[in-house]
């Protein structure tokens, strides 16, 4: 079974440029996360998708990220325009919604670098 | 609010040894899940180990075990006979409350596992 695929696993932009994101879930995985993971901490959740369905997106900076989930499948997110700050590792994640615990399974992330 | 606290930043273990990876937990509260991730230099996050707060035994998968103390609000990962490839970074996780509709993981800050050979 194939896993959660990213693309691409490094970026490297200017600042104020924008950047987009890609990620394939596991099939059959109706639920998606998107998680950035600055150095050294743990991963911080962005938005989360039931089907194509936004269902969590507090954590979302809202007035330069953006997300979409066409289909239930695929999923893109974008940052336009990018700042320093914004440097970190992206991953995505998927889960079937029926294992116990419903763990969630991760891709290996794109690691963003905003000179 | 949910909080998972990793005291451990690094910790350095003899191959073969038993390695505890320390993990304490904060939450209201009383359907809970906490798992244990393995994030190697490669970046993707592996799942290794789900144990619900209402479990009466604790969890156990291959060389892993969680040691769960649910009144010191304790979740260790306890990984028997080291290996080389175990060197990697740890992440204690919980999803608080467990139930449909709230699926987020809060994640601790990790511990840096490195196995000497």
């Known amino acids: 079974e194939a896993g959660v695929v990213q693309s691409p696993r490094y970026k490297i932009i200017e600042k104020k440029q924008p950047v987009a994101f890609w990620c394939n879930p596991i099939?059959?995985?109706?639920?998606l996360y998107w998680y950035r993971q600055n150095l050294g901490q743990g991963p911080e959740l962005l938005i989360r998708y039931e089907n194509e369905e936004a269902v969590d997106d507090s954590q979302l900076p809202k007035d330069r990220f953006s997300a979409e989930r066409l289909k239930g499948v695929d999923s893109t997110l974008k940052i336009q325009p990018a700042e320093l700050g914004d440097s970190a590792v992206y991953l995505c994640a998927s889960s079937p919604g029926t294992a116990r615990g419903n763990e969630q399974f991760f891709g290996p992330g794109t690691r963003l670098t905003v000179l | 609010a949910q909080k998972i606290t990793q005291t451990q930043p690094g910790m350095f273990v003899q191959e073969k040894e038993a390695v505890t990876l320390d993990c304490t937990y904060d939450?209201?509260?009383?359907?809970?899940?906490l798992f244990w991730y393995k994030q190697p230099s490669s970046g993707e996050m592996i799942f290794l180990i789900y144990?619900?707060?209402?479990?009466?035994q604790n969890a156990t998968e291959g060389r892993y075990s969680l040691n769960f103390q649910k009144a010191r609000k304790s979740a260790n990962l306890v990984i028997s006979a080291s290996q080389l490839g175990d060197s990697a970074m740890y992440f204690c996780?919980?999803?608080?409350?467990?139930?449909?509709?709230?699926?987020?993981?809060?994640f601790g800050t990790g511990t840096r596992l490195t196995i000497i050979p």
């Open positions: 996780a919980m999803r608080s409350p467990i139930n449909f509709g709230n699926e987020k993981l809060t």
């Open positions: 939450t209201s509260d009383q359907s809970y899940g």
């Open positions: 099939s059959g995985h109706n639920t």
């Open positions: 144990q619900g707060s209402y479990d009466e």
